[in-house]
Protein backbone atom coordinates (compact mmCIF):
# COMPACT_ATOMS: atom_id res chain seq x y z
CA UNK A 1 0.00 0.00 0.00
CA UNK A 2 1.18 3.93 -0.62
CA UNK A 3 2.89 4.83 2.02
CA UNK A 4 2.57 2.19 4.62
CA UNK A 5 4.90 0.61 6.49
CA UNK A 6 3.38 -2.97 7.33
CA UNK A 7 6.01 -4.27 9.49
CA UNK A 8 6.58 -1.60 11.29
CA UNK A 9 2.65 -1.37 12.05
CA UNK A 10 2.48 -5.06 12.74
CA UNK A 11 5.78 -4.77 15.16
CA UNK A 12 3.74 -1.63 16.66
CA UNK A 13 1.45 -4.26 17.77
CA UNK A 14 3.44 -6.58 18.92
CA UNK A 15 5.02 -4.33 21.69
CA UNK A 16 1.35 -2.90 22.82
CA UNK A 17 0.38 -6.76 23.35
CA UNK A 18 3.49 -7.35 25.05
CA UNK A 19 1.98 -5.23 27.84
CA UNK A 20 -0.48 -7.02 28.56
CA UNK A 21 0.51 -8.78 31.78
CA UNK A 22 2.04 -5.63 32.84
CA UNK A 23 -1.64 -3.55 32.71
CA UNK A 24 -3.78 -6.87 33.52
CA UNK A 25 -1.40 -6.63 36.73
CA UNK A 26 -1.87 -2.85 37.56
CA UNK A 27 -5.96 -3.48 36.47
CA UNK A 28 -6.27 -5.99 39.59
CA UNK A 29 -4.14 -4.03 41.36
CA UNK A 30 -6.73 -1.28 41.08
CA UNK A 31 -9.46 -3.40 41.68
CA UNK A 32 -8.65 -4.71 44.48
CA UNK A 33 -8.01 -1.52 45.86
CA UNK A 34 -11.37 -0.25 44.84
CA UNK A 35 -12.67 2.99 43.04
CA UNK A 36 -16.01 4.42 43.42
CA UNK A 37 -16.20 6.18 39.83
CA UNK A 38 -13.75 6.72 36.57
CA UNK A 39 -12.98 9.85 35.05
CA UNK A 40 -11.08 10.17 31.22
CA UNK A 41 -8.71 13.18 31.42
CA UNK A 42 -7.16 14.68 28.54
CA UNK A 43 -6.72 17.15 25.46
CA UNK A 44 -7.71 17.40 21.72
CA UNK A 45 -7.43 13.78 20.51
CA UNK A 46 -6.23 12.05 23.63
CA UNK A 47 -9.23 12.82 25.31
CA UNK A 48 -11.68 11.84 21.88
CA UNK A 49 -9.72 8.45 21.73
CA UNK A 50 -11.40 7.59 25.03
CA UNK A 51 -14.88 8.51 24.14
CA UNK A 52 -15.84 4.91 22.67
CA UNK A 53 -14.35 3.23 25.89
CA UNK A 54 -17.00 5.72 27.95
CA UNK A 55 -19.42 4.99 25.63
CA UNK A 56 -18.79 0.68 26.01
CA UNK A 57 -18.49 0.97 29.77
CA UNK A 58 -21.71 2.61 30.26
CA UNK A 59 -22.86 0.08 28.45
CA UNK A 60 -21.49 -2.87 30.78
CA UNK A 61 -20.78 -1.57 34.06
CA UNK A 62 -22.64 -0.10 37.00
CA UNK A 63 -19.71 1.73 38.31
CA UNK A 64 -20.09 5.67 37.15
CA UNK A 65 -17.53 6.75 34.16
CA UNK A 66 -16.97 10.75 33.03
CA UNK A 67 -14.52 12.69 31.00
CA UNK A 68 -13.38 16.10 31.55
CA UNK A 69 -11.20 18.23 29.25
CA UNK A 70 -8.35 18.70 30.99
CA UNK A 71 -7.97 22.80 31.12
CA UNK A 72 -11.88 22.74 32.67
CA UNK A 73 -10.82 20.23 34.82
CA UNK A 74 -8.76 22.25 36.98
CA UNK A 75 -10.68 24.89 36.93
CA UNK A 76 -14.45 24.01 37.87
CA UNK A 77 -14.95 22.04 41.21
CA UNK A 78 -16.31 18.48 40.55
CA UNK A 79 -18.56 16.87 43.04
CA UNK A 80 -17.89 13.89 41.64
CA UNK A 81 -14.34 13.61 41.45
CA UNK A 82 -13.17 12.45 44.81
CA UNK A 83 -10.33 10.71 46.71
CA UNK A 84 -12.17 7.61 45.72
CA UNK A 85 -12.00 8.25 41.89
CA UNK A 86 -9.79 6.85 39.26
CA UNK A 87 -8.20 9.02 36.52
CA UNK A 88 -6.91 8.17 33.08
CA UNK A 89 -4.65 10.63 31.87
CA UNK A 90 -3.34 10.84 28.13
CA UNK A 91 -1.03 12.64 26.34
CA UNK A 92 1.00 10.90 23.49
CA UNK A 93 4.04 13.61 24.28
CA UNK A 94 3.87 13.24 27.82
CA UNK A 95 3.94 17.01 28.21
CA UNK A 96 0.70 18.22 27.33
CA UNK A 97 0.64 21.42 29.45
CA UNK A 98 -2.87 21.20 30.23
CA UNK A 99 -2.60 17.63 30.69
CA UNK A 100 0.24 17.82 33.16
CA UNK A 101 -1.43 20.61 35.01
CA UNK A 102 -4.27 18.20 35.58
CA UNK A 103 -2.11 15.43 37.03
CA UNK A 104 -0.53 18.08 39.82
CA UNK A 105 -4.07 18.95 40.18
CA UNK A 106 -5.23 15.68 40.80
CA UNK A 107 -2.13 14.77 42.94
CA UNK A 108 -2.70 17.30 45.25
CA UNK A 109 -6.19 16.23 46.02
CA UNK A 110 -5.11 12.63 46.62
CA UNK A 111 -7.16 11.46 43.57
CA UNK A 112 -4.95 8.02 41.65
CA UNK A 113 -4.12 8.54 38.32
CA UNK A 114 -2.99 6.35 35.42
CA UNK A 115 -0.54 7.80 32.88
CA UNK A 116 -0.24 6.38 28.66
CA UNK A 117 2.23 8.38 27.45
CA UNK A 118 4.73 7.15 24.61
CA UNK A 119 8.13 9.11 26.39
CA UNK A 120 9.23 7.87 29.60
CA UNK A 121 10.32 10.57 32.04
CA UNK A 122 8.24 13.21 30.81
CA UNK A 123 6.01 15.21 32.59
CA UNK A 124 3.21 13.74 32.69
CA UNK A 125 4.98 9.78 33.51
CA UNK A 126 6.91 11.24 36.65
CA UNK A 127 3.65 12.71 38.51
CA UNK A 128 1.14 10.00 38.02
CA UNK A 129 0.47 7.40 40.32
CA UNK A 130 0.98 4.71 37.84
CA UNK A 131 2.30 5.42 33.91
CA UNK A 132 1.99 2.87 31.31
CA UNK A 133 4.65 4.09 28.99
CA UNK A 134 4.43 2.52 25.22
CA UNK A 135 6.84 1.54 22.70
CA UNK A 136 5.59 3.45 19.71
CA UNK A 137 8.19 5.98 18.60
CA UNK A 138 7.10 8.01 15.76
CA UNK A 139 3.55 6.94 14.66
CA UNK A 140 0.42 9.14 14.25
CA UNK A 141 -2.51 6.63 15.01
CA UNK A 142 -3.84 6.00 18.72
CA UNK A 143 -3.67 2.01 17.79
CA UNK A 144 -1.40 1.52 21.14
CA UNK A 145 -3.26 3.63 22.98
CA UNK A 146 -6.43 1.44 22.57
CA UNK A 147 -4.42 -2.08 22.87
CA UNK A 148 -3.50 -0.32 26.48
CA UNK A 149 -7.16 0.79 27.16
CA UNK A 150 -8.68 -2.67 26.30
CA UNK A 151 -6.28 -4.43 28.38
CA UNK A 152 -6.80 -1.99 31.44
CA UNK A 153 -10.68 -1.40 31.40
CA UNK A 154 -12.12 -4.67 29.78
CA UNK A 155 -9.53 -6.64 32.65
CA UNK A 156 -11.20 -4.17 35.69
CA UNK A 157 -14.83 -5.15 34.17
CA UNK A 158 -14.04 -8.81 33.91
CA UNK A 159 -12.77 -8.02 37.84
CA UNK A 160 -15.97 -7.10 38.69
CA UNK A 161 -18.12 -9.31 36.48
CA UNK A 162 -19.10 -7.61 34.02
CA UNK A 163 -17.18 -9.12 31.26
CA UNK A 164 -16.75 -12.65 31.27
CA UNK A 165 -15.37 -13.06 28.11
CA UNK A 166 -12.03 -11.65 28.64
CA UNK A 167 -9.65 -13.63 28.09
CA UNK A 168 -11.13 -14.88 24.99
CA UNK A 169 -11.28 -11.58 24.02
CA UNK A 170 -7.70 -10.53 25.27
CA UNK A 171 -6.17 -13.60 23.41
CA UNK A 172 -7.52 -12.26 20.63
CA UNK A 173 -6.69 -9.39 20.30
CA UNK A 174 -2.83 -10.55 19.43
CA UNK A 175 -4.66 -11.27 15.94
CA UNK A 176 -5.65 -7.56 15.65
CA UNK A 177 -2.93 -5.73 14.36
CA UNK A 178 -2.86 -8.35 11.45
CA UNK A 179 -6.65 -7.68 11.35
CA UNK A 180 -6.17 -3.76 10.92
CA UNK A 181 -3.16 -4.05 8.26
CA UNK A 182 -6.39 -6.32 5.90
CA UNK A 183 -8.74 -3.29 7.13
CA UNK A 184 -6.79 -0.87 5.09
CA UNK A 185 -5.98 -3.24 2.33
CA UNK A 186 -9.97 -3.88 1.90
CA UNK A 187 -10.39 0.28 2.26
CA UNK A 188 -7.84 1.55 0.36
CA UNK A 189 -9.45 1.68 -3.42
CA UNK A 190 -12.50 3.70 -1.86
CA UNK A 191 -10.39 5.87 0.46
CA UNK A 192 -7.98 6.81 -3.12
CA UNK A 193 -11.28 7.40 -4.75
CA UNK A 194 -13.17 9.49 -1.96
CA UNK A 195 -9.97 11.28 -1.38
CA UNK A 196 -9.84 12.14 -5.30
CA UNK A 197 -13.33 13.05 -5.69
CA UNK A 198 -13.20 15.82 -2.47
CA UNK A 199 -9.80 17.00 -2.15
CA UNK A 200 -11.03 20.58 -2.94
CA UNK A 201 -14.21 20.77 -0.56
CA UNK A 202 -13.18 23.68 1.97
CA UNK A 203 -16.47 22.83 3.55
CA UNK A 204 -17.48 19.45 5.13
CA UNK A 205 -20.04 17.69 7.57
CA UNK A 206 -18.78 14.78 9.11
CA UNK A 207 -21.52 12.45 11.34
CA UNK A 208 -21.21 9.65 13.59
CA UNK A 209 -22.99 8.24 16.86
CA UNK A 210 -22.03 5.90 19.35
CA UNK A 211 -18.77 4.36 19.91
CA UNK A 212 -17.74 6.14 16.69
CA UNK A 213 -18.37 9.55 17.96
CA UNK A 214 -15.66 10.20 19.50
CA UNK A 215 -13.05 8.83 15.87
CA UNK A 216 -15.60 10.73 14.27
CA UNK A 217 -15.10 14.20 16.30
CA UNK A 218 -11.20 13.70 15.93
CA UNK A 219 -11.07 12.73 12.51
CA UNK A 220 -12.89 15.90 11.57
CA UNK A 221 -10.52 18.29 14.21
CA UNK A 222 -7.31 16.97 14.61
CA UNK A 223 -7.14 15.84 10.68
CA UNK A 224 -8.79 17.57 8.18
CA UNK A 225 -8.83 20.67 10.21
CA UNK A 226 -5.66 20.44 11.89
CA UNK A 227 -3.46 18.56 9.73
CA UNK A 228 -5.12 19.87 6.13
CA UNK A 229 -6.51 23.20 7.37
CA UNK A 230 -10.13 21.84 5.80
CA UNK A 231 -12.74 23.91 7.63
CA UNK A 232 -15.22 20.80 8.59
CA UNK A 233 -18.08 20.62 11.17
CA UNK A 234 -18.41 16.97 13.37
CA UNK A 235 -22.21 16.32 14.27
CA UNK A 236 -24.01 13.68 15.91
CA UNK A 237 -26.31 11.90 14.14
CA UNK A 238 -28.68 12.16 16.46
CA UNK A 239 -28.77 15.84 16.69
CA UNK A 240 -28.27 16.57 13.12
CA UNK A 241 -32.02 16.72 12.67
CA UNK A 242 -32.27 19.16 15.38
CA UNK A 243 -30.41 21.95 12.98
CA UNK A 244 -27.31 21.09 10.95
CA UNK A 245 -29.89 19.60 8.17
CA UNK A 246 -30.85 22.83 7.00
CA UNK A 247 -27.23 23.54 5.77
CA UNK A 248 -27.47 20.65 3.64
CA UNK A 249 -27.65 21.17 0.25
CA UNK A 250 -26.80 19.19 -3.34
CA UNK A 251 -23.36 20.23 -3.02
CA UNK A 252 -22.58 20.10 0.31
CA UNK A 253 -19.91 17.25 1.03
CA UNK A 254 -21.28 15.14 3.62
CA UNK A 255 -19.85 11.96 5.23
CA UNK A 256 -21.06 9.53 7.61
CA UNK A 257 -19.41 7.09 9.65
CA UNK A 258 -21.20 3.98 10.55
CA UNK A 259 -21.19 1.16 13.27
CA UNK A 260 -22.22 -1.95 14.22
CA UNK A 261 -23.74 -0.17 17.83
CA UNK A 262 -27.50 0.33 19.06
CA UNK A 263 -26.99 3.65 17.54
CA UNK A 264 -26.50 2.26 14.05
CA UNK A 265 -30.36 2.21 13.25
CA UNK A 266 -29.80 6.30 14.05
CA UNK A 267 -26.96 6.78 11.41
CA UNK A 268 -29.63 4.72 8.91
CA UNK A 269 -32.15 7.51 9.17
CA UNK A 270 -29.51 9.86 8.11
CA UNK A 271 -28.48 7.97 5.22
CA UNK A 272 -32.17 8.08 4.51
CA UNK A 273 -32.45 11.78 4.25
CA UNK A 274 -28.93 13.10 2.89
CA UNK A 275 -28.73 10.72 -0.15
CA UNK A 276 -31.96 12.58 -1.18
CA UNK A 277 -30.36 16.03 -0.27
CA UNK A 278 -26.45 16.34 -1.00
CA UNK A 279 -24.81 14.42 -4.38
CA UNK A 280 -21.45 14.41 -2.35
CA UNK A 281 -22.84 12.37 0.26
CA UNK A 282 -20.23 9.36 1.59
CA UNK A 283 -20.95 6.35 3.62
CA UNK A 284 -17.92 4.43 5.49
CA UNK A 285 -19.22 1.49 7.40
CA UNK A 286 -17.28 -0.63 9.82
CA UNK A 287 -19.87 -3.39 8.91
CA UNK A 288 -18.20 -3.82 5.22
CA UNK A 289 -14.73 -5.06 6.71
CA UNK A 290 -13.81 -8.58 7.60
CA UNK A 291 -11.69 -8.82 10.87
CA UNK A 292 -9.66 -12.12 10.56
CA UNK A 293 -9.30 -13.75 14.05
CA UNK A 294 -11.54 -11.37 16.26
CA UNK A 295 -15.31 -12.93 17.26
CA UNK A 296 -18.21 -10.86 15.71
CA UNK A 297 -19.24 -10.47 19.59
CA UNK A 298 -16.07 -7.85 20.06
CA UNK A 299 -16.50 -6.21 16.90
CA UNK A 300 -18.50 -3.18 18.13
CA UNK A 301 -15.47 -2.44 20.77
CA UNK A 302 -12.85 -2.30 17.84
CA UNK A 303 -15.17 -0.55 15.63
CA UNK A 304 -13.28 2.75 16.70
CA UNK A 305 -9.77 0.71 15.21
CA UNK A 306 -11.46 -0.54 11.91
CA UNK A 307 -12.74 3.16 11.48
CA UNK A 308 -8.90 4.40 11.92
CA UNK A 309 -7.86 1.93 9.31
CA UNK A 310 -10.64 3.53 7.05
CA UNK A 311 -9.93 6.68 7.75
CA UNK A 312 -5.75 6.37 8.05
CA UNK A 313 -5.69 5.51 4.41
CA UNK A 314 -7.82 8.59 2.98
CA UNK A 315 -5.26 11.15 5.01
CA UNK A 316 -2.73 9.33 3.14
CA UNK A 317 -4.18 9.65 -0.10
CA UNK A 318 -5.34 13.57 0.97
CA UNK A 319 -1.82 14.61 1.90
CA UNK A 320 -0.40 13.33 -1.43
CA UNK A 321 -2.98 14.84 -3.94
CA UNK A 322 -3.43 18.56 -1.57
CA UNK A 323 0.26 18.03 -1.64
CA UNK A 324 0.11 18.83 2.26
CA UNK A 325 2.06 17.07 4.53
CA UNK A 326 0.27 15.65 7.69
CA UNK A 327 3.08 17.27 9.84
CA UNK A 328 3.16 20.76 9.13
CA UNK A 329 1.40 23.58 11.83
CA UNK A 330 0.34 27.09 11.48
CA UNK A 331 0.00 27.57 15.11
CA UNK A 332 -0.01 24.25 16.86
CA UNK A 333 3.10 23.91 19.34
CA UNK A 334 4.51 26.76 16.79
CA UNK A 335 3.27 30.01 18.83
CA UNK A 336 3.08 30.70 22.48
CA UNK A 337 -0.92 30.60 22.90
Same mark, same amino acid.
Given at each position: MFNFDEEHYLQLGRDAYALREKVENL????????????FFIASGGSLALTDTFEYIWRTKSKIPVYSEMAAEAVLKENKQLNERSL???QSKSGDTKETVAAAKY?? @????? !??? =??????SPLDQIVDYSIVEKVENF?????????????????????????NYKKFADELENLPKALVSVRQQADKK?????????????????GSGSLWGKTYSYSMCVLEEMQWIKTK????? @????? !??? =?VEDDTCVVLLRGEDETRVICDRVENFTKQHSSKFTVFDTKDYVTEGISDEFRVIIGQLIMTGVLDRIS??????????????????????
Open positions: ADELTKKGFENLVILLK @EKGIT !TIG =IVRIADAGGDPENMVLYFLLFRMLYNNGEFPAEEFAAKYKDEQYQLWISIKAP @EYFHG !TLE =IVYLEKMRNHSLDIRRYYRVLEY
